[in-house]
């Protein structure tokens, strides 16, 4: 057995255990009443189309940030890498790693190197995690609102300490040692070829200690994205609005900081299934939501992202088919006049 094939079927197990745990869920909480708050929904899910193109335009702006140290990129061409990234990381079996490899694709495309654009990848990534934890922290406080007491807020903060530890590791390790140029064999090992862009590892390892020494790109790309992340608590306010009921914005708050926590922290399950299903109903249940009405939520919301992300993967996948026939042509003609 091939190791992409072992990696794969990894995922697949891990995918249908997270789907069976999901289905046990609404079944637990009765499908006739999680269906009928979903079948509800009907026009008003048109709501999320402009919501979510705001928050994954703020996500865009925080890679846009960074790039800036190198080369300006319209924003329209990065929201459009951001909706890539995304259906590939929340579709795909790909670790959510596939998007980026996708991102890193159609940046080299577009005239930027590809040292430079794997290092905006890595910064965007570790800011990411660090801004999640801030968020995941202000998600902690406002569940000790709700319940004062009780093993999960402790569990809770328990996932977000040893997150913040990792995160600082991996931090020191871009800084100070060669992680990428040491990495080169593991990402052989794991694709069989050399690293995806054609880029030497110490290139971006020097790509990357340059972009953290510009602090302010870095400070603008952690606001950026905070507001992305507050950006998805409106729609989480929205989904709940559209299913309804009109909620706190603490409570969408709430559910977006376990959202994206659970996403994190489950990485290997496509999509977080079934995963981020059970966390919002253990919250739900903390802050006073019925299991159906936060199960109802999750289904919106991945229904949105098949919704956005079916297209974008069909025009995405049609785009690369014409670059791959492109190139072929191209390589043919320079063989036949050699």
Known sequence: MTRQ???????MAAGLGGLGGAVALIAQSGFHRVFSLLAAVRWGFLWLIPVRLAVVSLNAQAWRALLRAWRRLPLAFLVWVALVRDAINNLLPVFRVGGDAAGLRLLVRRGLAGAPAMATIVVETTTTIFVQILFSLLGVGLLLSYVHHGHVVSDVAYGIGVAAIVAVVFLVVQTRGRLFARAEKVFMWLSGRGFAGGTEGGTIDQS??????????????????LASLLGGACEVWVIFR???VTVSPRLAVLFESMIQGLQSAAFIVPGALGVQEGGLVAVGILAGVPMDMALAVSLTR?????????????????????????????????????
Not at 5 to 11: D, F, Q, V, W
């Open 242 to 244: 559209i299913l309804g």
């Open 208 to 225: 990357i200690r340059e972009l953290y020494q510009r602090p302010r790109l870095i400070a603008r790309c952690g606001l950026w994205q």
């Open 302 to 338: 991945r229904l949105r992202q098949i919704a956005f992300g079916v297209p974008v993967l069909g025009w995405w996948m049609r785009s690369e088919r014409r670059s791959r026939r492109a190139r072929n042509l191209q390589a043919h003609a320079e063989a036949e006049s050699a």
């Open 5 to 11: 094939r072992l990696l794969y079927m990894l995922t």
